[in-house]
Structure formats: C-alpha cells, structure tokens
C-alpha cells in the first residue's frame, strides 16, 4: 500500500470515527493527528511515506482521546493564532479562530498610535498580547492573568517579547497606567452558569473555569472591564471586548448605559455571529 492511501484510509476511518463521537470538524481533526504523528502537514500527508506500524499505534491512540473530545490542541500541543503558534494545554483556555478578529481590531487601531500603549485584560494564553507584540513591535504591551495555571503557558508564549505580564485579577490591573492607555482589549470570561450543558465538552471540561463563566447573565466580567477600561484608557481611547454571539445587544448596552463611552459598536464575525464590541472613552 502506497503511503498515500495508507494515510488516506487511516484519515477516513479517524474521521469517522470522529463524526460519531460529535467532534465539529472530523475530516479536519483526524488530518491534523496524523499529520503530528508524522511531524509533517496536512498539507503534505499525499507525499509522505506510508505510517510506521509504532505511528500507527500512536495515531490511534490520539484518535481514542479525540473521540473522548480532548481537545485536539492539547493533543498537538499547539494552537494556530493570526501570524503566531501558541503552546496550550491543559489549565489554559485554547484561542478561538474567532477571537483572531477582536485581535486584528486591536493591532489596527495600535497602528494607529505613535508608539502606542496597549493592555491586554483576561490574557490566557497571551494570543491577543503576543499578536500585537508580534504585529506592532512599536506598542508597548502589558497584559494581565488571574488563573495561576494560565499564567504559566502566558509567560511560556509570552517570554522574550517585551510584554509586561502579571498575575492578578483584570479589576486592580496597573494603576499606574491609569488614564495613559490607547487600547484595552479583552476576551473575557461570557458564559452564564445557566448555559452549562449546553457548552462544548471540549471547553466545558478541558478549558479553565475562570475562562468560561461568568454569573448568571455571563455579563459579570464585561461590567468590570468597562470600569477598569474607563480607568485606564486616555480620553479618546478605544476598548475591544469578545462576547457571546447571543449578547449582540446586551453587552454593548454595558458601555452605552454608563455615559462615558461613544461610538459603541457591535461587529459580527464572518460566520455573521455578533463577536465582539467596540467603543471608544469620552468622558
């Protein structure tokens, strides 16, 4: 058997599997396994030589814990995010395609600025800070974490980039950037407790508690980042925050209720989801 059907087959029985065990995206997920397997691509599992019988067994395996709905990030180890790779696993959230627009909007409006200072609230993994770092090497990045777990793949993805990372909790974050900031971004926690089960297994019992819930509305979060971002934003700056896809109006109207912010807008992602607001301080 040629490599290339050996490698076929072995996708198309994964994926199957895949399918049945309720994993979103199978044929992708069961081409990415192998393709780790075999330190290669997915692009170039045609022209690989045919599976050992020893990755064989492991590729196996990693299905097994895939169907299981293990994330398949921390089976590879790594997370793909705009331009950069992260390493994930467990006790970090692991960064949706998703949230890549909110850090795009960020790294656009840091373009913006002379030598612009930017905060990254809720970091996780450090995606958002370690994108604008990466993108706009004239921004001067800190970013904040309070899940200790977290913190640990953050400073991992984050060392050697100049980002000012810290442990803490988002609502005593830098006092002494207070009034000084041009962007806040944040993907904070946005899912109600009420929601529970209706939550992917692979976040509801892989990603960190801190990263998901966030009170019975899911807008605990989004109030104490529009107070920290009022604090810390110089007038004119602007904030960025991830939302749920069903809090289009309800998580804007956290800014626009308080008076101190205009041009508050909601954006949808391309699947036409609302994804994240935007609004800038006018106090």
């Not at 892989?206 to 110089?234: F, I, K, N, T, Y």
Request: hydrophobic letters at 45%.
């Amino acid at each position: 058997m040629t490599g290339l059907s050996k490698s076929a087959d072995l996708v198309r029985d994964a994926a199957a599997r895949l399918s049945t065990a309720g994993v979103g995206s199978p044929e992708h997920d069961a081409a990415e396994l192998l393709a780790f397997v075999l330190g290669t691509t997915r692009a170039r599992l045609a022209l690989d030589p045919a599976p050992t019988p020893n990755q064989v067994r492991s590729y196996h395996q990693l299905v097994t814990r895939r169907a299981a709905r293990e994330p398949l990030q921390h089976l590879t180890g790594t997370a793909a995010f705009r331009y950069v790779e992260l390493a994930v696993g467990p006790g970090v959230f692991v960064p949706r395609p998703e949230t890549e627009l909110l850090a795009g909007w960020a790294v656009e409006r840091a373009r913006l600025v002379e030598n612009p200072v930017v905060v990254d609230l809720c970091t996780g993994s450090g995606a958002i800070a370690l994108s604008i770092a990466t993108e706009v090497p004239a921004a001067t990045v800190h970013a904040v974490e309070l899940d200790p777990g977290a913190v640990e793949w953050a400073t991992r993805n984050l060392s050697g980039t100049g980002v000012d990372l810290r442990q803490g909790d988002m609502a005593d974050a830098f006092p002494e950037l207070d009034g000084l900031v041009d962007v806040v971004v944040c993907n904070p926690p946005y899912i109600p407790l009420e929601a529970f089960e209706s939550v992917a297994a692979e976040a509801r019992d892989h990603d960190p508690a801190l990263a998901l819930w966030s009170g019975e509305d899911g807008l605990v979060a989004m109030r104490v980042l529009e107070q920290v971002a009022a604090r810390l934003l110089r007038d004119g700056g602007v904030v960025g925050a991830e939302h749920a896809d069903v809090q289009g109006e309800v998580a804007p109207a956290v800014f626009s209720s308080t008076g101190r912010w205009a041009d508050v807008r909601d954006h949808r992602d391309l699947a036409g989801r609302a994804r994240y607001l935007t609004a800038r301080l006018a106090r």
